[in-house]
Nanobody, 126 residues
Framework: QVQLVESGGGLVQAGGSLRLSCAAS????????MAWFRQAPGKEREFVGG????????SYADSVKDRFTISRDSAKNTVNLQMNSLKPEDTAVYYC???????????????????WGQGTQVTVSS
């Protein structure tokens, strides 16, 4: 069973950048597909970006495409989310998630991901 711990959240002005990291432990990191989800107050949790178990495929929500980049480092057992050109509507709690799946595609469905971190707050001021 894998444990996930997010870091890197904070307060940033619109147009700025943040880099979120998710450290995985307790499992074979290379066998998990990884994803980031977010949840804003009063809204449902939504998919942000994901990367498959091999790191060969990524997928993003339309709202963050061309601004956010997900990557994984198997040597460090981490998955990162580089967020550029941040907007106030990106304000949310960001969650790292893991799924034991060997597909080349990346699922946007939260129920696929069995393991979750505690979340990190990202606030973008206008």
């Amino acid at each position: 069973q894998v444990q996930l711990v997010e870091s890197g959240g904070g307060l940033v002005q619109a147009g700025g950048s943040l880099r979120l990291s998710c450290a995985a432990s307790g499992g074979a990191f290379s066998t998990y597909a990884m994803a980031w989800f977010r949840q804003a107050p009063g809204k449902e949790r939504e998919f942000v970006g994901g990367i498959n178990w091999r790191g060969s495929s990524t997928s993003y929500a339309d709202s963050v495409k061309d601004r956010f980049t997900i990557s994984r480092d198997s040597a460090k057992n981490t998955v990162n989310l580089q967020m550029n050109s941040l907007k106030p509507e990106d304000t949310a709690v960001y969650y790292c998630a893991a799924a034991r799946t060997y597909t080349d595609s990346v699922s946007h469905v939260s129920q696929i991901y069995a393991y979750w971190g505690q979340g990190t707050q990202v606030t973008v001021s206008s």
